[in-house]
């Protein structure tokens, strides 16, 4: 079964810190990876999509990685501001498929 | 650019009465996904199309829900006879091509409680 994880669920970090919030997925086989922010009652923001031939993106103080041998995404936010406090989705769409599989999400709190 | 337009936002339906969601995707988009999120769960897809086709509706309960996407005009989510249980966020995606080169652009969901 293709399935993402999202480990942890939640993470509390005090402001400025360096973090990284990781994503594992099933199969190797993928078309591509995204990152998504969420935050409480909205929609989605698209930060950062990997393809497949791709080992990592930048935007800011992100930065995701994909490492698709071992099945896994880390996402790095630098210098962590309580503006960066959401929900961070990972979401894979694998070969064959033609639709985005969804982890449970990183509910991250950034303390001021 | 407008992006994903979904409306209503917020949507409170009877038990036993009908709901539509409707999306709009972004200009020039012609693929549209619907996913729903229950309360403190992930996304889970519901159903893939294209213009005036299915492509992929395996998320798609097999009663009492259905979905289209006319030549014209928004895509359409439609619950009938809602129960407590639809209480979800509805999100729709829309993308310019296949899927698999990336891409999605999610709208802001619609809210539906069922009381």
């Known amino acids: 079964k293709q399935e993402v994880t999202q480990i942890p669920a939640a993470l509390s970090v005090p402001e400025g810190e360096n973090l990284v919030l990781n994503c594992s997925f099933t199969?190797?086989?993928?078309?591509?990876l995204q990152w998504f922010r969420q935050d409480p009652g909205k929609g989605l923001t698209s930060l950062l999509l990997i393809q497949s031939s791709q080992r990592e993106q930048t935007s800011g103080r992100l930065n995701a990685s994909l490492d698709k041998s071992s099945g896994r995404s880390t996402l790095y936010i630098a210098a962590s501001q309580p503006g960066d406090s959401a929900t961070y989705l990972c979401?894979?769409?694998?070969?064959?498929?033609?639709?985005?599989?969804f982890g449970q999400g990183t509910r991250l709190t950034i303390n001021p | 650019n407008a992006g994903v337009m979904q409306n209503p936002r917020h949507l409170v339906r009877r038990r036993g009465q009908e709901a539509r969601l409707r999306c709009s995707p972004m200009k020039g988009h012609s693929h549209v996904y619907w996913y729903r999120q229950l309360p403190e769960e992930g996304l889970k897809f519901m159903v893939y199309l294209q213009k005036e086709n299915i492509i992929d509706e395996s998320g798609m309960p097999k009663e009492r829900f259905s979905a289209e996407f006319p030549k014209e005009g928004p895509s359409i989510l439609r619950i009938q006879q809602v129960v407590r249980g639809d209480s979800a966020a509805y999100f729709c995606?829309?993308?310019?091509?296949?899927?698999?080169?990336?891409?999605?652009?999610f709208g802001s969901g619609t809210r539906l409680t069922v009381v």
């Open positions: 995606a829309s993308s310019p091509w296949t899927s698999q080169g990336g891409g999605y652009t």
């Open positions: 199969d190797s086989a993928i078309y591509n």
């Open positions: 979401a894979v769409i694998f070969q064959g498929a033609q639709k985005l599989v």
